[in-house]
C-alpha cells in the first residue's frame, strides 16, 4: 500500500523525512489506538496517541530495528504516554466508540480491578490482538512472564466474576 | 467459568471490542505549522499531528434515481480541482465484496456423500473481526460412522421470539476456501457475518434487531438449530459457504485490486454547506492490466478539528473503465458535502473497501 498525501497546502514530499515516519507508522495507528482506549478512555484516545507519536518521532533515530519490530516499540511508547494521563474510568460503557449494548459490563469491571501490570498484558493480547511474543516486546519482558502475568489476571478475573450468574 | 472458558470469554470479547473501534486518527504532516502542543524548543522540528477523534458522524443518504454527476467541468482555481477528464461520481450504495476467483490446483476430493443434519454436532467456532466486518465462525463436526462432506450454502435463518426471521444472504466479505471429504471425526466450518457501517448505517454505530438463534438447513437434508452468539442484522448477515481449514487453495488469496496506489487531489480551500469535489487518482503499479469487473467499494471519512464529519460507504464508478492499463492512472471524481458547522482543517481519508485496505489520505482548510 503506497500512501501520497497531497493538496491543501500539505505534501509529504516538503520533508520526506517525515514523511518516512508517516508512512512508517501508519499500519500501526489502529494498535496504537486500540491500546490508547483501553488503557485510558475514548476521549483520551487521540492525545494519547499524539503524544505517543511526537515522542517516536523524536526518539525514531534510537529505533534499533535489530532489537525489536515497530509495533512493540510504539505500543511501549503508548503505553507509557497512556499512564501519565491515566484517568480511564471503572467502566467504559460510557464510551463513544464502544455501543454500550455490546459491552461486557462485568468482564470492563473486573478487568478495571487487575493491576497496572494485567491490565497492560490483557489489554495487549486480548484487546490490541498481539501474540505472546509481541506483548512481551511491548512489556519488555519474556514470553514467559507474559504467560504468567496472564494467567494471575485471568485467575484473579475468575475469582470477581465468581458472583456472576 | 474455568480458565479455558475465560480465555475464550475474553478473545471473543476483544475481537468483538476491536471491531467497533472507530478508525485510527490520521497523522497529518504539516511541515511549516507549529502546533500549540509542541515546545517551543521543538518547534523548528517538523511534527506529527493528530486529527481530532470522532463523536458525530453526518451521514448522506445514497440517492437511488438516476447517477449524481459532477455536472459542468469546473475550471481549475486556486481553490479548486481540475476535474476535466475525470471519471464521474455517482452516488452509488457499495457493493459486497467478491473475492477474486482462484483455481485450485489439486481440488482435494469432495465427492463423498451429502452430510446431513443427523451426521454432524454443531459448535462456536470464535469470532473474527477487520474494518467493521464481524465473523461469527460455526464448527461442524461429522459424528456419523462415515464419511460425508459439505459444500456449498447451506439456508440459514436467524430467528429471534417476537422479531420476523432474517434470512442470511449468500457470500460473505470473508474468504472462504474449499472444502472437502469429512471423515468421521473431522470439521467443517462456516462463518456468518455482520457488519458495523454499511449503506443502511453509513456513520455506523447504534445496533439493529439482533438474533441469537439460526435455523440451519443442510444441501444434504435436515435441519438443526444453533444458539449464536448476538448477530445484529442492522447491515443484512452474510455467510460464506461451508470450507475446511486449509483445504486446496489458500484462504488468503491475493486480490490484485490491493496493489493499486492511491493518492487524493483536494483542493486548499472548502466552503463549509458546499459539497468538496475532489480526485482520487488509481494508479496501477503492476506490469499486467487490474480489472475493475469485481468493481470495489469504498469508504470515505472526513473530520475538522472536533468531530466527525462524513463517515460513509459507496461503489466506485467502474461503469466505463472495466480495467486499469500497466502503469495508467486514472482520476475518479468525488464529492463530499461538508456540513456547514464544519469549521478549522479537515482531514479526508479515502480508502478502497478490502480485506486489505488500500488507502489515501490528505486535509483541506474550511474557509
Given at each position: 500500500?503506497?500512501?501520497?498525501v497531497?493538496?491543501?497546502?500539505v505534501?509529504?514530499?516538503?520533508d520526506?523525512h517525515a514523511?518516512?515516519f508517516?508512512?512508517?507508522?501508519?499500519?500501526h495507528?489502529p494498535a496504537?489506538?486500540?491500546?490508547?482506549?483501553r488503557?485510558?478512555?475514548?476521549?483520551?484516545?487521540?492525545?494519547?496517541?499524539?503524544e505517543?507519536?511526537v515522542?517516536?518521532?523524536?526518539?525514531?533515530?534510537?529505533?534499533?530495528?535489530?532489537r525489536?519490530a515497530p509495533?512493540?516499540?510504539?505500543?511501549?511508547?503508548?503505553?507509557?504516554?497512556?499512564?501519565r494521563?491515566r484517568?480511564?474510568?471503572?467502566?467504559?460503557?460510557t464510551?463513544?466508540?464502544?455501543?454500550s449494548?455490546t459491552v461486557?459490563?462485568d468482564?470492563?469491571?473486573?478487568?478495571?480491578?487487575?493491576?497496572d501490570?494485567?491490565q497492560?498484558a490483557?489489554?495487549?493480547y486480548?484487546f490490541v490482538?498481539?501474540?505472546?511474543a509481541g506483548t512481551a516486546?511491548?512489556?519488555k519482558?519474556s514470553?514467559?512472564?507474559?504467560?504468567?502475568?496472564l494467567s494471575?489476571?485471568?485467575?484473579?478475573?475468575r475469582?470477581?466474576?465468581?458472583?456472576?450468574? | 467459568m474455568?480458565?479455558d472458558?475465560?480465555?475464550?470469554r475474553l478473545?471473543?470479547?476483544?475481537?468483538?471490542w476491536?471491531t467497533?473501534?472507530?478508525?485510527?486518527?490520521?497523522?497529518?504532516?504539516?511541515?511549516?505549522?507549529?502546533?500549540?502542543?509542541v515546545?517551543?524548543?521543538?518547534?523548528?522540528?517538523?511534527?506529527?499531528?493528530?486529527?481530532v477523534?470522532?463523536?458525530?458522524?453526518v451521514?448522506?443518504?445514497?440517492n437511488?434515481?438516476?447517477?449524481?454527476?459532477p455536472?459542468p467541468?469546473?475550471s481549475?482555481?486556486?481553490?479548486?480541482?481540475?476535474?476535466?477528464?475525470?471519471v464521474?461520481?455517482?452516488?452509488?450504495p457499495?457493493?459486497?465484496?467478491?473475492p477474486?476467483?482462484?483455481?485450485?490446483?489439486?481440488?482435494?476430493?469432495?465427492d463423498a456423500?451429502?452430510?446431513?443434519?443427523?451426521?454432524v454436532?454443531?459448535?462456536s467456532?470464535g469470532?473474527?473481526g477487520?474494518?467493521?466486518h464481524?465473523a461469527?465462525?460455526?464448527?461442524?463436526?461429522?459424528?456419523s460412522a462415515s464419511?460425508?462432506?459439505?459444500?456449498?450454502?447451506?439456508?440459514?435463518v436467524?430467528?429471534?421470539?417476537?422479531?420476523?426471521?432474517?434470512v442470511?444472504r449468500?457470500?460473505?466479505?470473508?474468504?472462504?476456501?474449499?472444502?472437502?471429504?469429512?471423515?468421521?471425526?473431522?470439521?467443517a466450518n462456516?462463518a456468518l457475518?455482520?457488519?458495523s457501517?454499511?449503506?443502511?448505517?453509513?456513520g455506523?454505530?447504534g445496533?439493529g434487531p439482533t438474533?441469537?438463534?439460526?435455523?440451519?438447513?443442510?444441501p444434504?437434508?435436515?435441519r438443526?438449530?444453533f444458539?449464536s452468539?448476538p448477530l445484529?442484522a442492522k447491515?443484512g448477515?452474510?455467510?460464506t459457504?461451508?470450507?475446511?481449514?486449509g483445504?486446496g487453495s489458500?484462504?488468503?488469496?491475493h486480490?490484485?485490486?490491493?496493489?493499486?496506489?492511491?493518492s487524493?487531489?483536494?483542493p486548499a480551500?472548502?466552503?463549509?454547506?458546499?459539497?468538496l469535489?475532489?480526485?482520487?487518482?488509481?494508479?496501477n503499479?503492476?506490469?499486467q492490466?487490474i480489472?475493475?469487473?469485481?468493481c470495489?467499494?469504498?469508504?470515505e471519512?472526513?473530520?475538522d478539528?472536533?468531530r466527525t464529519?462524513?463517515k460513509?460507504?459507496y461503489?466506485?464508478?467502474?461503469d466505463d473503465t472495466?480495467?486499469?492499463?500497466?502503469?495508467?492512472?486514472?482520476?475518479?471524481?468525488m464529492?463530499?458535502?461538508?456540513?456547514?458547522?464544519?469549521?478549522g482543517?479537515?482531514?479526508?481519508s479515502w480508502?478502497?473497501?478490502?480485506?486489505?485496505?488500500?488507502?489515501?489520505s490528505?486535509?483541506?482548510?474550511?474557509d
Open positions: 500500500m503506497t500512501v501520497t497531497v493538496g491543501g497546502g505534501t509529504a514530499t516538503d520526506s514523511a518516512d508517516t508512512a512508517w507508522v501508519r499500519p495507528l496504537m489506538a486500540a491500546l490508547a482506549t488503557l485510558t478512555s475514548y476521549d483520551d484516545r487521540d492525545d494519547v496517541v499524539q505517543a507519536l515522542r517516536a518521532w523524536r526518539r525514531w533515530s534510537t529505533y534499533d530495528e535489530n525489536g509495533l512493540p516499540w510504539l505500543l511501549a511508547i503508548t503505553a507509557d504516554r497512556a499512564r494521563r484517568r480511564r474510568p471503572q467502566l467504559v460503557v464510551d463513544v466508540a464502544v455501543e449494548s461486557d459490563v468482564l470492563e469491571r473486573a478487568i478495571a480491578q487487575l493491576t501490570r494485567q497492560l490483557v489489554n495487549l486480548y490482538g498481539l501474540d505472546i516486546a511491548a512489556m519482558c514470553t514467559g512472564t507474559v504467560k504468567s502475568t494471575d489476571a485471568r485467575a484473579r478475573l475469582g470477581l466474576l465468581g458472583d456472576e450468574s | 474455568n480458565d472458558e475465560l480465555d475464550r478473545h471473543e470479547y476483544g475481537a468483538r476491536r467497533q473501534q472507530a478508525p485510527p486518527p490520521e497523522p497529518l504532516l504539516r511541515t511549516h505549522h507549529v502546533p500549540r502542543w515546545p517551543v524548543a521543538a518547534a523548528a522540528a517538523a511534527v506529527v499531528l493528530i486529527a477523534g470522532v463523536a458525530v458522524a451521514n448522506r443518504p445514497h437511488t434515481a438516476a447517477p449524481i454527476q455536472g467541468t469546473p481549475p482555481t486556486p481553490s479548486g480541482v481540475d476535474l476535466t477528464g475525470t464521474p461520481w455517482v452516488d452509488r457499495a457493493p459486497g465484496y467478491t477474486p476467483a482462484t483455481v485450485s490446483p489439486t481440488p482435494p476430493a469432495s456423500r451429502a452430510c446431513t443434519s443427523s451426521d454436532t454443531l459448535s467456532g469470532l473474527d477487520a474494518t467493521g464481524l461469527h465462525y460455526i464448527l461442524f463436526k461429522n459424528v464419511t460425508c462432506v459439505l459444500k456449498g450454502y447451506p439456508d440459514v436467524a430467528t429471534e421470539p417476537g422479531q420476523p426471521d432474517f442470511v449468500h457470500g460473505s466479505w470473508f474468504p472462504d476456501s474449499s472444502t472437502q471429504n469429512l471423515a468421521p471425526g473431522e470439521s462456516l457475518e455482520t457488519q457501517i454499511c449503506t443502511a448505517d453509513p455506523g454505530g445496533s438474533y441469537h438463534h439460526v435455523e440451519i438447513t443442510f444434504g437434508g435436515g438443526k438449530s444458539a452468539g445484529d447491515c448477515i452474510a455467510e459457504q461451508f470450507y475446511v481449514e483445504a489458500s484462504p488468503d488469496v486480490d490484485p485490486l490491493s496493489d493499486l496506489k492511491l487524493l487531489e483536494l480551500y472548502a466552503e463549509p454547506g458546499k459539497p469535489w475532489y480526485v482520487v487518482d488509481v494508479t503499479p503492476l506490469s492490466p480489472s475493475l469487473a469485481r470495489p467499494g469504498y469508504f471519512h472526513a473530520n478539528d472536533t464529519l462524513v460513509s460507504t461503489g466506485l464508478n467502474c472495466p480495467a486499469i492499463s500497466p502503469g495508467q492512472t486514472v482520476r475518479f471524481a464529492r463530499l458535502d461538508v456540513p456547514a458547522s464544519a469549521t482543517r479537515a482531514s479526508v480508502q478502497l473497501d478490502l480485506p486489505l485496505a488500500v488507502h489515501a490528505g486535509s483541506v482548510t474550511l
